[in-house]
């Protein structure tokens, strides 16, 4: 404990000295016009076009969704903008990216991995199709997205790892703000993460989905990582997509990111 | 020859007429690699692989030049402007300093 | 204090540092024409003419670049875009990265306006320069500083 508390010791005091300095690192007006301009050339949307083209000519689009799912394909956005949801069909509240891995099964294709290029931009641009529709998630609709809200929450606030450290140490309302290594924790609700990932990430020039992010982010903290396309994973994208309805927040995809 | 690179253009606004000066946005995506990093996985330099000029025509005819570095973001953008003066098709040709060249095209569709 | 040790208890943890593109203020001297630093830059595109710092450049970057790698840069020339009066070329560079040239961008009179956008690597907080000839062989220039933090969390 000491021998690292020691290596960092430069990093603690400055992380203290700031620890009510978040206006300092507050973004000027300015800069944030610049910023959200670079919205409207993000590199992740050419990953979104290719990702629907392979949607469209491997699955069959929209129609063939709307289809699986059992919707018009009128209301095809607004039920995506639901997501993560219970499928009757597959027996658990799932993604859409697991949605699409259970078409592939249904028309006899290989199965895309969850955790490949192809299905990240696939990801993408079905959750794109929802854009400007609010987050719409409902997790009274049934036991079983109860029961994975509940899970959600339980692994958003469960300390755990080498540092016992938990979602929440971070990211709750009163931490909020506050400046860790030059960025200011940010409100998860706020920022919207369920609206705005996939995104396109600069420091990894390129398009990331919310889970792997989550994943970045246990391992900075020494969090056992939990596997993408998991139980607890999902049930922490509904825990995180409640943060974001409550604020009225709208789906925004491809989202941009430091 | 490797698979065609992944590029959009786009024209704002999206709706113009001629006269317009509209700007022409160009993504493309591209390591940009400077020849300074390490793959992190190999330990290996990663060699300098970067688009090394881009050429914008309208209708075979070139309207704007450029001369690009390494020194330009992964994953670039390019931005100019055009004042639109008919129908007609945007065409952008890039290399790198491997020698692959490749090319997009887009329809300028001035609407009266 | 509850949150103090937490927040130590954070950086100690941080043990995965984002990279700054810090290669790129490469120190030793650079080779070729390729990798001139700033002011042989400024002399291979101007042949040692004078330059002029004007207002008619308007160069538009971040104060604080999010991050090094890609940083917005934005330039607008004042200028009639005429055959007659136009911005013959917008040369962007930065002051201290190895390579100082990011890109040379050859307008003509069809672009209707002097602009050129782009999003440029920043070795370190430096300045971003627009250097920009005109058609009367005449070179102006704008330059402002950028800071660069490095920093964050995953």
């Given at each position: 404990?000491?021998?690292v508390?020691?290596?960092?010791?430069?990093?603690?005091?400055?992380?203290m000295?700031?620890?009510?300095?978040?206006?300092?690192?507050?973004?000027?007006?300015?800069?944030?016009?610049?910023?959200?301009?670079?919205?409207?050339?993000n590199?992740a949307?050419?990953?979104?076009?290719?990702?629907?083209?392979?949607?469209?000519?491997?699955l069959g689009?929209?129609e063939a969704l709307?289809?699986?799912?059992?919707?018009?394909?009128?209301?095809?956005?607004?039920?995506?903008?639901?997501f993560?949801?219970?499928?009757?069909?597959?027996?658990?509240?799932?993604?859409?990216?697991?949605?699409?891995?259970?078409?592939?099964?249904?028309?006899?294709?290989?199965?895309?991995?969850l955790?490949?290029?192809?299905?990240?931009?696939?990801?993408a641009?079905?959750?794109s199709?929802?854009n400007?529709?609010?987050?719409?998630?409902?997790?009274?609709?049934?036991e079983?997205?109860?029961?994975?809200?509940?899970?959600g929450?339980?692994?958003?606030?469960?300390a755990?790892?080498?540092?016992?450290?938990?979602c929440?140490?971070?990211?709750?309302?009163?931490?909020?703000?506050?400046?860790?290594?030059?960025?200011?924790?940010?409100?998860?609700?706020?920022?919207?993460?369920?609206?705005?990932?996939?995104?396109?990430r600069?420091?990894?020039?390129?398009?990331?989905?919310?889970?792997r992010r989550?994943?970045?982010?246990m391992?900075?903290?020494?969090l056992?990582?939990?596997?993408?396309g998991s139980?607890?994973?999902?049930?922490?994208?509904?825990?995180?997509?409640?943060?974001?309805?409550?604020?009225?927040?709208k789906?925004?995809?491809?989202?941009?990111?430091? | 020859?490797?698979?065609?690179?992944?590029?959009?253009?786009?024209f704002?606004?999206?709706k113009?007429?001629?006269?317009?000066?509209?700007?022409?946005?160009?993504?493309?995506?591209?390591?940009m690699?400077?020849?300074?990093?390490?793959?992190?996985?190999?330990?290996?330099?990663k060699?300098?692989?970067?688009?090394d000029?881009i050429?914008?025509?309208?209708?075979?005819?070139?309207?704007?030049?450029?001369?690009?570095?390494?020194?330009?973001?992964?994953?670039?953008y390019?931005?100019?402007?055009?004042?639109?003066p008919?129908?007609?098709?945007?065409?952008?040709?890039?290399?790198?300093?491997?020698?692959?060249?490749?090319?997009?095209?887009?329809?300028?569709?001035?609407?009266? | 204090?509850?949150?103090r040790?937490?927040?130590k208890?954070?950086?100690?943890v941080?043990?995965?540092?984002?990279?700054?593109?810090?290669a790129l203020?490469?120190?030793?001297?650079?080779?070729?024409?390729?990798?001139?630093?700033?002011?042989?830059?400024?002399?291979?595109?101007?042949?040692?003419?004078?330059?002029?710092?004007?207002?008619k450049?308007?160069?538009t970057?971040?104060?604080?670049?999010?991050?090094?790698?890609?940083?917005?840069?934005?330039?607008?020339?004042?200028?009639?875009m005429?055959?007659?009066?136009?911005?013959k070329?917008i040369?962007?560079?930065?002051?201290?990265?190895?390579?100082?040239?990011?890109?040379?961008?050859?307008?003509?009179p069809?672009?209707?306006?002097g602009?050129?956008?782009?999003?440029?690597?920043?070795?370190?907080?430096?300045d971003?320069?627009?250097?920009?000839e005109?058609?009367?062989?005449?070179?102006?220039?704008?330059?402002?500083?950028?800071?660069?933090?490095?920093?964050?969390?995953?």
């Amino acid at each position: 404990m000491k021998k690292v508390l020691l290596a960092c010791a430069f990093l603690s005091t400055m992380a203290m000295l700031q620890l009510n300095a978040g206006e300092q690192f507050a973004m000027s007006d300015a800069d944030r016009a610049m910023y959200k301009e670079m919205l409207e050339n993000n590199p992740a949307e050419i990953y979104v076009e290719e990702g629907g083209e392979i949607f469209e000519e491997t699955l069959g689009g929209e129609e063939a969704l709307a289809k699986f799912l059992g919707v018009s394909e009128k209301d095809l956005p607004k039920y995506i903008a639901g997501f993560p949801r219970y499928i009757k069909k597959l027996g658990n509240v799932v993604g859409l990216d697991q949605v699409m891995q259970a078409m592939q099964v249904e028309q006899g294709k290989e199965k895309t991995k969850l955790k490949s290029g192809k299905m990240f931009s696939m990801l993408a641009y079905v959750k794109s199709l929802a854009n400007d529709e609010l987050i719409n998630i409902d997790v009274e609709a049934d036991e079983h997205i109860k029961a994975s809200y509940a899970l959600g929450k339980t692994t958003y606030m469960t300390a755990r790892g080498g540092r016992g450290l938990a979602c929440n140490s971070c990211h709750s309302a009163d931490i909020v703000g506050q400046v860790l290594r030059t960025q200011p924790l940010p409100d998860l609700g706020e920022v919207a993460v369920a609206g705005t990932w996939p995104a396109y990430r600069m420091t990894k020039s390129s398009l990331r989905t919310p889970q792997r992010r989550f994943q970045g982010c246990m391992k900075n903290a020494l969090l056992k990582v939990i596997p993408i396309g998991s139980k607890e994973m999902i049930a922490l994208e509904v825990y995180v997509a409640t943060l974001a309805k409550a604020k009225n927040k709208k789906i925004a995809i491809p989202g941009l990111k430091r | 020859m490797a698979e065609a690179r992944k590029s959009m253009i786009k024209f704002k606004p999206k709706k113009f007429k001629v006269g317009d000066t509209i700007k022409v946005d160009f993504i493309v995506i591209h390591p940009m690699d400077t020849g300074l990093k390490k793959d992190k996985k190999t330990g290996e330099v990663k060699p300098a692989h970067f688009i090394d000029s881009i050429t914008f025509s309208l209708d075979g005819k070139p309207f704007t030049t450029m001369k690009v570095w390494e020194t330009v973001s992964t994953n670039p953008y390019f931005s100019v402007n055009l004042k639109v003066p008919g129908k007609g098709k945007i065409t952008v040709d890039y290399t790198d300093n491997t020698g692959e060249k490749n090319s997009k095209s887009k329809k300028l569709k001035p609407k009266g | 204090m509850k949150r103090r040790n937490f927040l130590k208890g954070i950086c100690a943890v941080s043990a995965v540092a984002v990279t700054a593109p810090s290669a790129l203020l490469a120190k030793e001297a650079p080779k070729g024409e390729n990798a001139l630093t700033y002011d042989a830059a400024v002399s291979a595109i101007t042949g040692g003419k004078a330059v002029a710092d004007s207002d008619k450049v308007k160069l538009t970057v971040p104060e604080i670049a999010e991050n090094g790698a890609v940083v917005p840069v934005k330039v607008h020339v004042e200028s009639p875009m005429t055959d007659a009066e136009h911005v013959k070329a917008i040369h962007v560079l930065s002051t201290k990265n190895g390579n100082a040239r990011c890109a040379d961008v050859m307008l003509t009179p069809l672009n209707g306006k002097g602009y050129f956008a782009t999003r440029v690597k920043l070795g370190g907080t430096q300045d971003v320069v627009a250097l920009v000839e005109m058609s009367d062989g005449s070179f102006l220039r704008a330059a402002k500083p950028v800071k660069v933090t490095i920093g964050g969390c995953g």
